[in-house]
Nanobody
Framework: QVQLVESGGGLVQAGGSLRLSCAAS????????MGWYRQAPGKQRELVAS???????NYQDSVKGRFTISRDNAKNTVYLQMNSLKPEDTAVYYC???????????????WGQGTQVTVSS
C-alpha cells in the first residue's frame, strides 16, 4: 500500500503565499509523475501543476508565473509554492502520484486526502 500525506493548506489573504507539501510512503519502487489538483465547490477536479521524475513541469494557465511545483525524489515528496494567491484559487488541493510498486506489476495512481486552501479578498 502507498500513502500520500499532504500538509500546508490554510487561510491566507489575497496576495499572500502558501506552500503545500505531499510525502509519499509505503511500497514504492519508483514514482513517475507527481502533481497537484484542486477542486472548488460545485466544480470538477482540475490539474494545477505536474512534474515528472526528470523535473519537467506543466502548469494550468491560470497559475503560470504564480505557482511553482518541485519535488525531492530522495524523499518521495512534491511541493507546491503558491504566491500572489487570488480568491479564485480557493479549493481543496489534492496530491497525486503515479507509482511503480515494489514486486508488483504496472503503475497505480494514488491520491492524498486533500488540504483546504482558502484565499480571502
Amino acid at each position: 500500500q502507498v500513502q500520500l500525506v499532504e500538509s500546508g493548506g490554510g487561510l491566507v489573504q489575497a496576495g499572500g503565499s502558501l506552500r503545500l507539501s505531499c510525502a509519499a510512503s509505503g511500497n514504492i519502487f519508483s514514482i513517475n509523475a507527481m502533481g497537484w489538483y484542486r477542486q472548488a465547490p460545485g466544480k470538477q477536479r482540475e490539474l494545477v501543476a505536474s512534474i515528472t521524475s526528470g523535473g519537467n513541469t506543466n502548469y494550468q494557465d491560470s497559475v503560470k508565473g504564480r505557482f511553482t511545483i518541485s519535488r525531492d525524489n530522495a524523499k518521495n515528496t512534491v511541493y507546491l509554492q503558491m504566491n500572489s494567491l487570488k480568491p479564485e484559487d480557493t479549493a481543496v488541493y489534492y496530491c497525486h502520484a503515479n507509482v511503480v510498486r515494489s514486486f508488483l506489476p504496472g503503475r497505480v495512481d494514488y491520491w492524498g486526502q486533500g488540504t483546504q486552501v482558502t484565499v480571502s479578498s
